[in-house]
């Protein structure tokens, strides 16, 4: 099977510009995602996917796989499936998952990779899963920065938000605090129709792209993850994770 994982990645976010290549311990951190994410046995490759040249000299100089995409697009998934085209058509060879990976999880190991795809390999109903994980802290739930699901029994999603849900303003201060992890496999072809979906009502107010699939009545799994993770959304976010990775024994196996 061919599985390959793309990691989309641009200078101009509004929150943080230039984030993807923040120093973390000497390395950018779209370095760090790539690096690690590439670690992953289950991957037959790994690149990135951007629109500046500066992203992809980094990529190149350091032997990372880079595609250069348009700088038109809005949503990561638009630049994912530009790359997975370009991907296909120079390697002659169809991609069967498709591992979008976002260029702000700087903490992501391997073993999340590979549990993001398991559910996949396991069950061919299953187009596009997503890893989530548990929340410490109210502050962090309240933190608008981050995505929180709610899932059923079957740990298929019910809603995302960047709102704390479910609430605990009704007596009950006790809830699942899960937050989105931005690892996220889809089937190839399921990424190109995810794509020509409308953009829908929800998706748009949450900010949320996973809420189109949702309200177009259909699945996404979500796996947990007991990793300790933190996506890069504000300078704050890069002080904590360069505190938080300090100590991590993985990133020895890529720096000197």
Do not use: W
Not at 8 to 37: E, Y
Not at 167 to 188: D, Y
């Amino acid at each position: 099977m061919n599985i390959i994982a793309i990691i989309p990645a641009r200078m101009g976010s509004s929150r943080f510009p230039g984030k993807p290549m923040a120093d973390i311990h000497g390395v950018p951190m779209v370095g760090h995602v790539t690096f690690r994410t590439a670690m992953s046995k289950c991957l037959t490759e790994t690149y990135v996917a951007t629109c500046d040249k500066e992203i992809y000299d980094y990529a190149e100089s350091v032997g990372l796989k880079a595609v250069m995409t348009g700088d038109h697009h809005v949503r990561c998934t638009t630049r994912t499936a530009e790359a997975m085209l370009k991907i296909e058509e120079a390697t002659g060879r169809k991609a069967d998952i498709v591992v979008m990976v976002q260029g702000d999880e700087p903490m992501v190991t391997p073993d999340m990779i590979d549990a993001a795809i398991e559910p996949m390999l396991k069950d061919p109903s299953i187009n596009v899963v997503n890893l989530m994980a548990e929340m410490e802290t109210v502050a962090e739930f309240e933190d608008p920065n981050e995505v929180k699901v709610v899932v059923d029994f079957n740990n298929d999603a019910l809603y995302f938000s960047r709102e704390p849900v479910p609430s605990r303003k009704k007596g009950v201060t006790e809830v699942p605090m899960r937050k989105q992890v931005c690892i996220i496999p889809f089937r190839r072809d399921y990424l190109l129709k995810f794509n020509e979906m409308q953009e829908s009502p929800l998706e748009i107010i949450e900010s949320v792209d996973m809420m189109r699939i949702l309200e177009h009545g259909e699945k996404v799994r979500m796996v947990p993850t007991d990793k300790r993770t933190l996506s890069v959304d504000t300078a704050e976010d890069l002080a904590r994770v360069i505190e938080m990775m300090r100590e991590d024994t993985l990133r020895a196996v890529y720096t000197k």
